[in-house]
């Protein structure tokens, strides 16, 4: 297992008092617990707090979203891991303004329940809570069966939509609306060519051939839709391509964001690759692409694969996903 | 033994721990063929935190006891075997109230409670292949010896037995919950993780009071 | 060779498509020739054009950095390889506005060959050109031969710099003034953990056991100073910290820009566990931080390693490293 | 043979290209000991730009061929080798002017620059472990044997034994360039794959003029 670390157990801390340290303006922690990450310096008064929290091993997800027109706390698990319901407490308390918390994270079992517990806990403590749940791969659940599928890096969509939206002052009930449909108009799906190495776990929780890809497999190394032999990149998207086309389904006239995601050892050479050829079909199928995002957004570590996902926009979404955004993982001006 | 008082409720922990330890690269092995490989390394911590809280703590009532170990559990591994884990004991802690020790009866309480705070907490519903499938029938076992006014070494003995035939049966159940359910059909016929927990929970009772 | 690709002889041409159609708005090419990446848009009156070039399979390194308040035109190579004369020509053209044009390239022997021959082109064609050769590796040669010392990933700081610097309509000598003191202000080492792939090659060009490492291993897998069993994280930057201060040096009181880059394979999860050390030492040794950038900035495809760069400020560097820049693969909000 | 035209340059790009397609592996094993491992790679793409060129070009006169053949192999293949070769091939081509075909002199006037070009464009010198140290025995051998009255066919003969000589004591050389250089000692006794190039494109002339 090649890491740069230390001692395993430590990986997460470590990486997060690096984290603290190389931007310090940016960035802080709160009760005392590094793993209650929250924005530097003052709440803006009357402002909804939007909270995420996840495993580790993701990054720029999950707290790398903290910024500014973006999130403003997130609670950080172990590796693959739900931080505690304690933990997305106390960012709840620590970012509260009096407005309310949207808490926005993936669709898993562990996150759910532990952000289930913090809502019963905060509302005990008198703060609003409203939850937003991120699903959007395609290749975990069919057509029908939308509330069973796995959040992936399609959710960056939902932190930006719901970003902008907090950040002018919009109700809680205004930014849970916009999250929900930034999550209604988005599909993901990814392709996974190597596992990757939980540190405390030290060695893959799967294997695949040495030509082999997986087709839908999830960030975690959960089963996707077809295991075979590694295809040529067009190929691939292709048939990524026409799965998430006629989920939502996206139609000859739509505009959209696109974001092609690298699973972590994917270099970015082989990312544009693959965008070539989603734009292509893009354009085939007469969608037009307002913007594109092409990077690592939702990493499982040194996992090698991509994902590709579509944001259908409409004015409103345009507007929100258009505003500067900045945090220590993710800047962007104005569009 | 014909009650558990709050030492052998901390010594119960403690063996949990070890047993847990001892099953560390087993679980593994299983939560890594259908989810993500994860539940060695949490039971582990988390019935370490337990066993911590349990030494720590001057609690002389077992209910209350019970319920600081969930809430350490939660801290310390707060994934979904973990919660789940802190949900029962907790729920089960608050159920049995301000007695001394437990008997049958008593322990009968305390797993019904347990199970149910699973239940609610997941979502879930017997049948779907998660730890349920073993620790609710072995609940179901010591309420039924509740009635029968069995001792508690032979009710946690029939509630072994209980656990032991729902671990077989879930064998054949198809996955409904967490990330074993992406598996679908091809769940059917493995082992599922978080039963074999159940099953474990059940096994050191009944060691402890064989 | 598990790489998303088509077939590996268009790898370079189908990134670049992607590329382009990804950012059309901020890219475009001269003379016909993909390979000749200019920035889109019309040229500022008056201002020096900077270009680069170099092997691809180095991303963001080295049209990544094409963009505003950066760089002005990319020759773009194949995998590892110069661009062509000819190629750096037609950027040249492309870019000159009148005010002349600096080369900054790394100190590769094909790459000086060939901006040598097109410098002697472009002079024929009455464009002035000057020359700023980056070269900060201190594993690849020892101190007094600072001139055959190869150009890793400080580069970007010296693009930075000089970018501002041109943004800002001073002279063709006095931005190459400025990249020359960014060049002798930074020094960088690197550790490799995995090799990479050359696409047309298909297969790793060297080996490294299990758990080796080689400390100091250059982006093209060029041999480092010390090959031996993988160390502890903090243990790797104690080594790589001692050569980079001893070499400047970089004493107590000075003010430093920390840079660490993944190669590629490397997951940000560890390169921030990595700064965490930096950090350390720095703190003891007195070193003030006054930024930091943690990410991939050139890139060895999918090798697994990293490198930790310190550039020392003034306050003209300071100034010039603050202002803002962006490209597609790089933004940078006014510090 | 005794002098080299037009037609025969062309038959020797078609050799050459089928040389180091032929040697293509091999070129890149031992550039991968002491470099980037490319150089089967571009010596293969620059060698078939230049094949393709002289099929395309219907120039009658050997020096602006081969002009025209280094300005098709700096495009092709920028790398160390294909620069340093075009230059070479761009500087010899200039160096023999409107002749129309190549005896002894005109070749040995050919390899001179074709060398001098190399070292200016490379800023290195003979003994450096390069291309330079088969390249530089052949024209010097070539001139000796232009002195010497020697035949086209002697003189290439000459100048392959020369060569071959060279990249035996290339061998025990210390790379000073690119990036064998920063294998320091330890790229002495090793094979540099520059100086194979230069060899192998002695050999193909030999072969051809056998
Ligand atoms: N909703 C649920 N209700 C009850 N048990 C569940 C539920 N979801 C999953 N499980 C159980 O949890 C086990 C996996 O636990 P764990 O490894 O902690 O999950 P994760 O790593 O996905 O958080 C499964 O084997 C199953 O028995
Ligand atoms: N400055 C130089 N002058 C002459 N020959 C050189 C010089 N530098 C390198 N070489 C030769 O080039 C060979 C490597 O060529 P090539 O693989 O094209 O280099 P790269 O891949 O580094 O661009 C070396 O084996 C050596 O013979
Ligand atoms: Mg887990
Ligand atoms: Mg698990
Ligand atoms: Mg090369
Ligand atoms: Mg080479």
Same mark, same amino acid.
């Given at each position: 297992?090649?890491?740069?670390?230390?001692?395993?157990?430590?990986?997460?801390?470590?990486?997060?008092?690096?984290?603290?340290?190389?931007?310090?303006?940016?960035?802080?922690?709160?009760?005392?617990?590094?793993?209650?990450?929250?924005?530097?310096?003052?709440?803006?008064?009357?402002?909804?707090?939007?909270?995420?929290?996840?495993?580790?091993?993701?990054?720029?997800?999950?707290?790398?979203?903290?910024?500014?027109?973006?999130?403003?706390?997130?609670?950080?698990?172990?590796?693959?891991?739900?931080?505690?319901?304690?933990?997305?407490?106390?960012?709840?308390?620590?970012?509260?303004?009096?407005?309310?918390?949207?808490?926005?994270?993936?669709?898993?079992?562990?996150?759910?329940?532990?952000?289930?517990?913090?809502?019963?806990?905060?509302?005990?403590?008198?703060?609003?809570?409203?939850?937003?749940?991120?699903?959007?791969?395609?290749?975990?659940?069919?057509?029908?069966?939308?509330?069973?599928?796995?959040?992936?890096?399609?959710?960056?969509?939902?932190?930006?939509?719901?970003?902008?939206?907090?950040?002018?002052?919009?109700?809680?009930?205004?930014?849970?609306?916009?999250?929900?449909?930034?999550?209604?108009?988005?599909?993901?799906?990814?392709?996974?060519?190597?596992?990757?190495?939980?540190?405390?776990?030290?060695?893959?929780?799967?294997?695949?051939?040495?030509?082999?890809?997986?087709?839908?497999?999830?960030?975690?190394?959960?089963?996707?839709?077809?295991?075979?032999?590694?295809?040529?990149?067009?190929?691939?998207?292709?048939?990524?391509?026409?799965?998430?086309?006629?989920?939502?389904?996206?139609?000859?006239?739509?505009?959209?964001?696109?974001?092609?995601?690298?699973?972590?050892?994917?270099?970015?050479?082989?990312?544009?690759?693959?965008?070539?050829?989603?734009?292509?079909?893009?354009?085939?199928?007469?969608?037009?692409?307002?913007?594109?995002?092409?990077?690592?957004?939702?990493?499982?570590?040194?996992?090698?694969?991509?994902?590709?996902?579509?944001?259908?926009?409409?004015?409103?979404?345009?507007?929100?996903?258009?505003?500067?955004?900045?945090?220590?993982?993710?800047?962007?001006?104005?569009? | 033994?014909?009650?558990?008082?709050?030492?052998?409720?901390?010594?119960?922990?403690?063996?949990?721990?070890?047993?847990?330890?001892?099953?560390?690269?087993?679980?593994?092995?299983?939560?890594?063929?259908?989810?993500?490989?994860?539940?060695?390394?949490?039971?582990?911590?988390?019935?370490?935190?337990?066993?911590?809280?349990?030494?720590?703590?001057?609690?002389?009532?077992?209910?209350?006891?019970?319920?600081?170990?969930?809430?350490?559990?939660?801290?310390?591994?707060?994934?979904?075997?973990?919660?789940?884990?802190?949900?029962?004991?907790?729920?089960?802690?608050?159920?049995?109230?301000?007695?001394?020790?437990?008997?049958?009866?008593?322990?009968?309480?305390?797993?019904?409670?347990?199970?149910?705070?699973?239940?609610?907490?997941?979502?879930?519903?017997?049948?779907?292949?998660?730890?349920?499938?073993?620790?609710?029938?072995? *609940? +179901?076992?010591?309420?039924? #010896?509740?009635?029968?006014?069995? @001792?508690?070494?032979?009710?946690? !003995?029939? =509630?072994?037995?209980?656990?032991?035939?729902?671990?077989?049966?879930?064998?054949?159940?198809? *996955? +409904?919950?967490?990330?074993? #359910?992406?598996?679908?059909?091809? @769940?059917?016929?493995?082992?599922? !993780?978080? =039963?074999?927990?159940?099953?474990?929970?059940?096994?050191?009772?009944?060691?402890?009071?064989?």
């Amino acid at each position: 297992m090649k890491k740069f670390m230390n001692d395993p157990e430590h990986f997460v801390d470590e990486m997060i008092e690096g984290i603290l340290a190389a931007h310090p303006d940016k960035l802080a922690y709160a009760a005392d617990d590094l793993r209650c990450i929250i924005k530097a310096g003052n709440k803006k008064k009357g402002k909804v707090g939007i909270a995420t929290g996840g495993g580790s091993g993701h990054l720029p997800l999950f707290l790398g979203y903290v910024g500014e027109g973006l999130l403003d706390g997130c609670a950080v698990g172990g590796v693959f891991q739900s931080p505690s319901a304690d933990q997305m407490l106390e960012v709840t308390k620590a970012i509260d303004s009096g407005a309310g918390v949207l808490y926005i994270y993936g669709n898993y079992g562990g996150d759910i329940m532990n952000f289930d517990m913090a809502a019963e806990m905060a509302e005990m403590e008198d703060i609003k809570v409203q939850q937003v749940v991120a699903g959007e791969d395609v290749a975990s659940a069919p057509k029908g069966e939308e509330g069973k599928r796995r959040g992936v890096a399609g959710i960056f969509f939902v932190y930006k939509i719901a970003g902008a939206m907090a950040d002018a002052l919009a109700s809680l009930e205004e930014v849970k609306r916009v999250a929900q449909k930034a999550c209604a108009h988005v599909r993901t799906m990814g392709v996974a060519l190597t596992p990757c190495i939980v540190p405390e776990v030290g060695r893959p929780s799967f294997t695949i051939g040495d030509n082999e890809m997986e087709i839908g497999m999830g960030i975690h190394g959960e089963p996707g839709i077809h295991r075979g032999p590694l295809l040529k990149s067009d190929e691939i998207i292709d048939q990524i391509m026409k799965r998430i086309l006629e989920d939502l389904p996206y139609k000859k006239g739509d505009e959209v964001s696109v974001l092609v995601n690298g699973l972590g050892a994917t270099p970015k050479e082989e990312l544009y690759i693959l965008y070539r050829k989603v734009q292509q079909i893009l354009k085939k199928e007469g969608i037009s692409v307002y913007n594109t995002y092409i990077g690592e957004f939702a990493t499982s570590m040194e996992m090698a694969g991509a994902s590709v996902s579509l944001l259908k926009l409409d004015d409103e979404l345009k507007r929100l996903l258009s505003s500067q955004a900045s945090s220590p993982f993710f800047a962007q001006f104005q569009l | 033994m014909e009650r558990l008082n709050i030492e052998d409720i901390r010594s119960i922990v403690r063996n949990l721990k070890i047993k847990m330890d001892a099953k560390r690269d087993y679980l593994i092995e299983l939560d890594s063929a259908m989810g993500d490989g994860d539940l060695g390394i949490t039971m582990s911590k988390a019935f370490t935190a337990a066993k911590d809280e349990a030494e720590r703590s001057a609690e002389i009532l077992p209910g209350k006891l019970l319920i600081k170990l969930g809430m350490a559990m939660a801290k310390a591994a707060p994934s979904t075997m973990g919660t789940l884990m802190a949900t029962g004991y907790m729920r089960g802690g608050k159920a049995i109230g301000d007695i001394e020790s437990l008997g049958t009866g008593e322990l009968a309480g305390f797993m019904d409670a347990f199970v149910n705070g699973i239940l609610e907490r997941g979502k879930s519903k017997p049948g779907n292949k998660t730890i349920i499938d073993t620790l609710y029938p072995a *609940a +179901q076992s010591l309420l039924q #010896a509740q009635r029968n006014n069995k @001792s508690l070494k032979e009710g946690i !003995a029939e =509630a072994y037995t209980a656990a032991n035939r729902g671990m077989e049966e879930s064998n054949q159940m198809k *996955a +409904q919950h967490g990330r074993a #359910a992406y598996y679908q059909d091809s @769940s059917i016929g493995k082992q599922d !993780a978080g =039963a074999t927990v159940g099953l474990l929970f059940i096994e050191v009772l009944y060691e402890y009071c064989r």
